[in-house]
């Protein structure tokens, strides 16, 4: 088992950042890629970012890119969001989530909120 915890959710003005962090813990040496997914009110969940845990590589939904950045710090099991030039449309709860190469993704986490105002 893996678990993940979110943080650094909020309320931002639309043009503002946010930085959510993901600590995981447990069998963190099954990781293979770590990522961050959203679920706004009425709308299905849907990817946003993803790194490979151990190697290179992010990916990036359409619309965040150039505002958004996947990262992680190893050492302390941590990835991080950081969101930038943010939107009202951005409002969602922001899910961090860990594949161990199985092809889907295993565990999540309990999701932190992100509120966009305009």
């Known amino acids: 088992q893996v678990q993940l915890v979110e943080s650094g959710g909020g309320l931002v003005q639309a043009g503002g950042s946010l930085r959510l962090s993901c600590a995981a813990s447990g069998r963190t040496f099954s990781m293979n890629t770590m990522g961050w997914f959203r679920q706004a009110p009425g709308k299905e969940r849907e990817f946003v970012a993803a790194?490979?845990?151990?190697?290179?590589?992010?990916y990036y939904t359409d619309s965040v890119k150039g505002r958004f950045t996947i990262s992680r710090e190893k050492t302390k099991n941590t990835v991080y969001l950081q969101m930038n030039s943010l939107k009202p449309e951005d409002t969602a709860v922001y899910y961090c989530?860990?594949?161990?190469?199985?092809?889907?993704?295993?565990?999540w986490g309990q999701g932190t909120q992100v509120t966009v105002s305009s």
């Open positions: 790194i490979i845990w151990i190697g290179d590589g992010t």
């Open positions: 989530a860990c594949s161990t190469g199985r092809g889907k993704y295993d565990y």
